[in-house]
T-cell receptor
Framework: KNEVEQSPQNLTAQEGEFITINCSYS?????LHWLQQHPGGGIVSLFM???GKKKHGRLIATINIQEKHSSLHITASHPRDSAVYIC?????????????FGKGTHLIIQP | DVKVTQSSRYLVKRTGEKVFLECVQD?????MFWYRQDPGLGLRLIYF???????EKGDIPEGYSVSREKKERFSLILESASTNQTSMYLC?????????????FGDGTRLSIL
């Protein structure tokens, strides 16, 4: 079962480019998370969304509940943005805070 | 800042051994989670706990058990380690209730079963 699909799986871009990573899901959700994982393993929570749009620095996350779709944008990308970006959803009615994850998008920003 | 600490970054064990992975959080979070992460499969939930001595199976609990004797500590146990349990294991915690709260992750334990 692939309840959360991310695209692209891999993305290589030049420094300064505008980056978009997409996430589609097939179930009703109560929240969607965007996570960042750097080489070495540690995961950082970037955003949690249930509607609309959020912005933090050069990162913007949007969600369209009706279309079951979210995007993560990076403006003025930098090599330090190179990481795996993971979309995760909390399924509506799911117990506690259990999340269902996409497989991640591996982003490389070249100088 | 929330701190989720996993006891080991790298661990090598032998088939058949009983393996303990420890996770401690310092933010008095009610919810704690154990995930494994494998190439091409992403993160998958093994077990979670929403209170001391409480545990719930996730998507892939087979071959694992957990223990939550204290609020800050959540242990993952491989009863008899097998090679297919070689993976990256990640612990996370979040504050309680059914409200949407972000999960805070540890740095992961890369476990190899030989």
């Amino acid at each position: 079962k692939n309840e959360v699909e991310q695209s692209p799986q891999n993305l290589t871009a030049q420094e300064g480019e505008f980056i978009t990573i997409n996430c589609s899901y097939s179930v009703g959700i109560s929240a969607l998370h965007w996570l960042q994982q750097h080489p070495g393993g540690g995961i950082v929570s970037l955003f949690m969304l249930s509607s609309g749009k959020k912005k933090h620095g050069r990162l913007i996350a949007t969600i369209n509940i009706q279309e079951k779709h979210s995007s993560l944008h990076i403006t003025a990308s930098h090599p330090r943005d190179s990481a795996v970006y993971i979309c995760a959803v909390r399924i509506r009615g799911g117990g506690a805070d259990g999340l269902t994850f996409g497989k991640g998008t591996h982003l490389i920003i070249q100088p | 800042d929330v701190k989720v600490t996993q006891s080991s970054r790298y661990l090598v064990k032998r088939t058949g051994e009983k393996v303990f992975l420890e996770c401690v959080q310092d933010m008095d979070h009610e919810n704690m989670f154990w995930y494994r992460q494998d190439p091409g499969l992403g993160l998958r939930l093994i077990y979670f706990s929403y209170d001391v001595k409480m545990k719930e199976k996730g998507d892939i609990p087979e071959g694992y058990s957990v223990s939550r004797e204290k609020k800050e500590r959540f242990s993952l146990i491989l009863e008899s380690a097998s090679t297919n349990q070689t993976s990256m294991y990640l612990c996370a915690s979040s504050s309680g209730g059914h409200s949407n709260q972000p999960q805070h992750f540890g740095d992961g334990t890369r476990l190899s079963i030989l």
